[in-house]
């Protein structure tokens, strides 16, 4: 069935460096893919998505790439602040039901 | 719109009890998803409902664990007989065909 990958499972910068994180899916036919941080104690929340038609999406320091052809997206955080920390998760839907996450990456931005 | 609303947000249990857990998705929204998190297996997708029907149920880990969505607002999740191992974090999301999941505020569970 559909596999969503994560990596890393844990990543630890420095304050103002660039944080990356990657994910791979298995099902061809997936089409829109969410990005998810969740904060200790509170409940996902969307930070941005994509679409299969896309290549690249950026919201301020946040950005999201995607390569169909190698069925992986990636998300970029750069000049990560403390507020960053957090477990971001990654998803990918093929726009039908059903909505498969990775496992999750505990983000730690040091100050 | 409140968002997707859950009930109780904790409940603690005695093994063996019936505990049943909450969900009033967003207005519109068509699609309900159960999901259960812990520590050690991350976030689990249970169960989804579209339309009020339930889609792919094979999440659900064993036949203690039902759920139902009677009407397009309101969702159950059931556990019968309650185990200490399903102590978790249970959540309830919603959203609207190819959209983004709204996620509910969680119902912590502790089976003692």
């Known amino acids: 069935g559909e596999n969503v990958e994560q990596h890393p499972s844990t990543l630890s910068v420095q304050e103002g460096d660039s944080a990356v994180i990657k994910c791979t899916y298995s099902d061809s036919a997936s089409n829109y893919f969410p990005w998810y941080k969740q904060e200790l104690g509170k409940r996902p929340q969307l930070i941005i998505d994509i679409r299969s038609n896309v290549g690249e999406k950026k919201d301020q320091r946040i950005a999201v790439t995607l390569n169909k052809t190698a069925k992986h997206f990636s998300l970029h955080i750069t000049e990560t602040q403390p507020e960053d920390s957090a477990v971001y998760f990654c998803?990918?839907?093929?726009?039908?039901?059903?909505?498969?996450f990775g496992a999750g990456t505990r983000l730690f931005v040091k100050a | 719109d409140a968002g997707v609303i859950q009930s109780p947000r904790h409940e603690v249990t005695e093994m063996g009890q019936e505990v049943t857990l909450r969900c009033k998705p967003i207005?519109?929204?068509?699609?309900l998803f159960w999901y259960r998190q812990t520590m050690m297996r991350g976030l689990e997708l249970l169960i989804y409902?579209?339309?009020?029907?339930?889609?792919?149920d094979s999440g659900m880990p064993e036949d203690r664990f039902s759920a139902k969505m009677p009407n397009a607002s309101f969702s159950t999740l059931k556990i019968q007989p309650s185990e200490p191992r399903d102590s978790a974090v249970y959540f309830c999301?919603?959203?609207?065909?190819?959209?983004?999941?709204?996620f509910g505020p969680g119902t912590r569970l502790t089976v003692l």
């Open positions: 409902f579209n339309n009020n029907v339930p889609i792919d």
């Open positions: 207005s519109g929204h068509n699609s």
């Open positions: 999301a919603s959203r609207v065909r190819g959209n983004e999941q709204f």
């Open positions: 998803a990918a839907s093929e726009g039908g039901f059903k909505t498969i």
